[in-house]
């Protein structure tokens, strides 16, 4: 059965300051990883697709990797409208279904 | 603008009274897809089409159904529902099953 962690559950930073967040997996065949943003009461927003290992994603502030275990969403001098939380998952080669991982919620202070 | 829409967006309803939720999306995306999200339980999967008249189950479908007669459209009918199907619901819907465009959720209360 697919397994996705994220951690932290929770992480706070002060505006400008880099951190990462994590997201483990656990699958036969990986055929895609995903990462989506999360805003209070809407619906998730698509952030990037990430295929191989060693692949790596930009977006603003944002830069995710990927390994063949885990995957890190780098976030770089974020902003308070960077607060959200992030989700991660994967879909395996033989699968049509996205699997969740709980998310990690961020808060950016200014 | 391509978008996916649900209704209601708010529902607060008694135990056993039928209910449907409607979702539609305009970008004639073949895959849709119904999650529930519940604190501490993250986005887990209800049921899921591949394409018209194509239905399966996902992760937690116990008391739900589903019907895709037309490609845009993929109702959410709880036929008998009870007080643990108190949750925010998401409609979804890809070219595949990989990059999701999600509707803007239902937020559903039963008594």
């Known amino acids: 059965e697919d397994q996705v962690t994220q951690s932290p559950e929770a992480l706070r930073l002060q505006e400008g300051e880099s951190s990462s967040l994590n997201c483990s997996y656990t699958?036969?065949?990986?055929?895609?990883l995903f990462w989506y943003r999360q805003d209070p009461g809407k619906g998730p927003e698509f952030l990037f697709t990430l295929y191989s290992a060693g692949e790596e994603k930009e977006k603003e502030r944002l830069k995710a990797t990927l390994t063949k275990k885990e995957s890190f969403l780098h976030i770089t001098a974020p902003k308070p409208e960077d607060s959200a939380t992030y989700l991660c998952a994967v879909i395996e080669t033989s699968g049509s279904r996205l699997t969740f991982g709980e998310g990690t919620q961020l808060t950016v202070n200014p | 603008e391509a978008q996916v829409t649900q209704n209601p967006r708010y529902l607060i309803t008694v135990t056993g009274k039928k209910l449907t939720v409607t979702c539609s999306q305009n970008m004639n995306h073949e895959y849709m897809s119904w999650y529930r999200q519940d604190p501490g339980l993250g986005l887990r999967q209800i049921y899921y089409s591949m394409n018209v008249e194509v239905t399966d189950k996902g992760d937690v479908p116990e008391g739900y159904k589903v019907s895709r007669k037309e490609k845009r459209n993929f109702p959410l009918i709880l036929e008998s529902p009870s007080p643990n199907q108190t949750s925010l619901y998401f409609c979804?819907?890809?070219?595949?099953?990989?990059?999701?465009?999600f509707g803007p959720g239902t937020r559903l209360t039963v008594l």
């Open positions: 699958v036969s065949g990986l055929r895609g």
């Open positions: 979804a819907s890809s070219r595949t099953s990989g990059r999701l465009f």
